[in-house]
């Protein structure tokens, strides 16, 4: 009991020293950069996860906005996308009193009451990549609605066999809300624009490489007649082109007979668009994403309006819908594809 | 007898590193960063360190006992979505609760029943147990969260009385509990004797099976309540919440003293062990620090501890 009652009393004591500090908190600690005594406002970007190369991407966007801005960004997440985690580092910022956070939401529910505590410390709130409604965050930045990316897939895709032929869908997951709704959108754009062109079949991989790699070989399989492959995820446009440049390598298939395109990031399909196997790829620039993220706290923390086709720079102009900032897509063909560097 | 007190003030010892230790931490984020000694980043502090606490307290006296319990994240999440079900399907909030509770403490009876009875290894059972809980839990919720409990509800986890978070009011009397249960009851001698020699203690006509399946119960009603907690304070019940917390759980009770083989050990060092993570993890991020070097700082501060035991020749 005597050390238990010991570790209580630390606890008591640094409470006091707590409630101390209050008042002389002011005096002690100026040691810390980003504080908002120096007048240099201070915002938290807060992604899934640390780790993934699209994280890494975004991060390099938040530190550019850091820079052209003249702002502190702290870019931070757990190291596994968890909820719990990312939500204590939400409230940890808090406490530092920063002027604005960042953040892609894990769940978009759970994030619910420490926006609510945000909102309440007037500490600008904006989501980007994952969006969560029915909160109280401000705005949603996103690189363009699944609609229009959809639609944007199926223009590519019948420009490329001509209007009419067999055209197969890879997405990543059935359920996904984010793949029904590109994916919807490209089969009506479709129906509306080139009539001709059916849509035999929609396989999913479940975000696994090697099953995607096997949806693609069973599909030029099983359609001979196939004409087209539109992937609605990173990992599937990368997989039908592989299949299809080793399908034509054994002589089963044509060069170009069959088109492939899709959302798939220009590092890891580089080689395929160099090969003329995908034609046109469909990407949005994670650090504009975070870039724009930035920009837009740091436009709500000085009082200013975000409006309808504000140009920001080295982004260019967004597109905004009531609660919703579109930043765009990027096409990447063979006379762009080096200029990447994601 | 004289066994016994030699170790107590041993580990009194050992408290006494923690507490320099933990004391050092919170003058030297004191010093770095101004938004870290103030009443709100401690109570803070303490709304989030409740579900890693609940936990560490079973899990202390089962590493004491000589075994561990590596399920109790998973467990955490199967009660927290038994009950998210359960409250769907229209049952009243504080009943699914109950069953929630219900879930996890059958968890660890299973547990309890493989590693005491069928004298399997825990490592190896409670291992099973993670992996196939979590892929229950994905096919309970079909990985998606849910949400939508009643206001009374998040009170759990969300409220403060007298500015003081209602959950970590319930960790520490929980704490004063369990401690006065490892001090003064028959039960804590032969936990600590099982640790240190199971054969004398089964000699001695005491049935470790017993002890062994009580232990591991307790360590899934403690995950069920923290998987309770979590929920209240998130406002939602999530397929991957509680993954990897029996690091934390583990890291918090080895940095308090305990010994990995068993034998030894305290709740009081559990506590301050918890104490010294959190406000570490705190106060680095305060520190806009990655966590990257978190990760770092804090397995190299578990090393520092398992060296000093060393150190001190136990």
Excluded at chain 1, 76 to 93: G, L, R, Y
Excluded at chain 1, 302 to 324: A, H, L, W
Excluded at chain 2, 6 to 11: E, T
């Amino acid at each position: 009991m005597k050390k238990l009652a010991l570790a209580l009393l630390t606890g008591v004591l640094a409470l006091n020293l707590a409630a101390c500090g209050n008042t002389s908190s002011n005096a002690g600690g100026d040691n810390n950069g980003g504080s908002s005594s120096s007048g240099k406002r201070t915002y938290f970007m807060n992604p899934k996860s640390i780790g993934p190369a699209y994280w890494a991407a975004a991060e390099k966007g938040a530190k550019k906005a850091e820079k052209d801005l003249n702002v502190s960004v702290l870019f931070n997440a757990p190291t596994e996308a968890d909820s719990a985690k990312q939500i204590n580092m939400i409230q940890d910022m808090l406490t530092r009193k920063v002027s604005g956070i960042g953040v892609s939401p894990n769940d978009a529910k759970a994030v619910g009451p420490v926006f609510k505590k945000a909102a309440s410390q007037d500490v600008k709130i904006v989501t980007w990549d994952s969006d969560a409604p029915e909160t109280d965050r401000q705005y949603y930045v996103a690189p363009g609605t699944d609609q229009e990316v959809g639609e944007l897939l199926a223009k590519t895709i019948g420009e490329e066999i001509g209007g009419k032929g067999q055209v197969a869908f890879m997405v990543a997951g059935l359920g996904s809300q984010n793949q029904i709704a590109k994916s919807d959108a490209a089969k009506a754009y479709f129906a509306a624009n080139y009539p001709e062109v059916e849509v035999v079949t929609t396989v999913a991989s479940d975000d696994d490489q090697q099953k995607a790699y096997a949806n693609a070989q069973n599909l030029i399989k099983t359609y001979p007649d196939l004409k087209g492959i539109i992937g609605f995820a990173g990992g599937e446009p990368p997989a039908a082109a592989e299949v299809v440049e080793q399908a034509v390598k054994a002589g089963t298939l044509e060069k170009n007979q069959i088109a492939i395109t899709g959302i798939a990031v220009p590092s890891v399909v580089k080689n395929y668009i160099k090969n003329g196997t995908i034609k046109t790829d469909i990407i949005w620039d994670p650090g504009k994403l975070a870039y724009v993220t930035v920009y837009l706290l740091d436009q709500l923390a000085q009082g200013k309006e975000i409006t309808d086709g504000m140009e920001i720079p080295s982004v260019g102009t967004i597109k905004v819908d009531g609660q919703n900032v579109f930043i765009g897509t990027l096409e990447v063909t063979n006379e762009n594809v080096d200029s990447f560097d994601f | 007898m004289s066994a016994w007190t030699s170790q107590f003030s041993l580990k009194s010892n050992k408290l006494v590193v923690q507490l320099v230790l933990l004391i050092f931490i919170l003058v030297l984020f004191s010093i770095l960063s101004p938004y870290f000694l103030s009443v709100t980043n401690f109570m803070n502090v303490l709304n989030q360190m409740v579900e890693v606490g609940l936990i560490a307290i079973p899990m202390t006296m089962i590493i004491i006992s000589g075994a561990m319990d590596l399920s109790v994240g998973s467990i955490l999440a199967f009660s927290a979505v038994c009950m998210g079900v359960a409250f769907e399907r229209g049952i009243n909030i504080w009943v699914s609760m109950g069953i929630g509770l219900l879930a996890g403490v059958l968890c660890g009876a299973v547990n309890g029943y493989l590693i005491a009875r069928h004298r399997m290894q825990a490592i190896v059972v409670t291992i099973g147990m993670l992996v196939m809980l979590r892929g229950l839990v994905y096919v309970i919720n079909e990985g998606r969260p849910i949400s939508g409990f009643p206001d009374s509800f998040y009170f759990l986890g969300q409220q403060y009385i007298g500015g003081v978070p209602f959950n970590a009011i319930f960790l520490v009397v929980m704490f004063l509990i369990a401690s006065f249960v490892m001090k003064k009851t028959r039960f804590s001698t032969y936990v600590y004797g099982i640790g240190n020699n199971e054969e004398v203690v089964h000699y001695s006509g005491i049935s470790v099976v017993r002890i062994r399946f009580i232990l591991f119960m307790l360590s899934g009603l403690f995950s069920a309540l923290a998987g309770v907690f979590l929920m209240s304070r998130l406002a939602s019940a999530e397929a991957t919440s509680g993954t990897n917390i029996e690091l934390d759980v583990i890291t918090a009770t080895l940095i308090g003293g305990t010994h990995i083989f068993g034998g030894r050990g305290s709740l009081a060092g559990t506590f301050v062990g918890l104490l010294i993570i959190v406000f570490l993890r705190n106060g680095l991020n305060l520190l806009g620090v990655s966590v990257l070097y978190q990760a770092v700082i804090l397995g190299a501060l578990l090393l520092l501890a398992v060296g000093n035991k060393k150190f001190n020749g136990v």
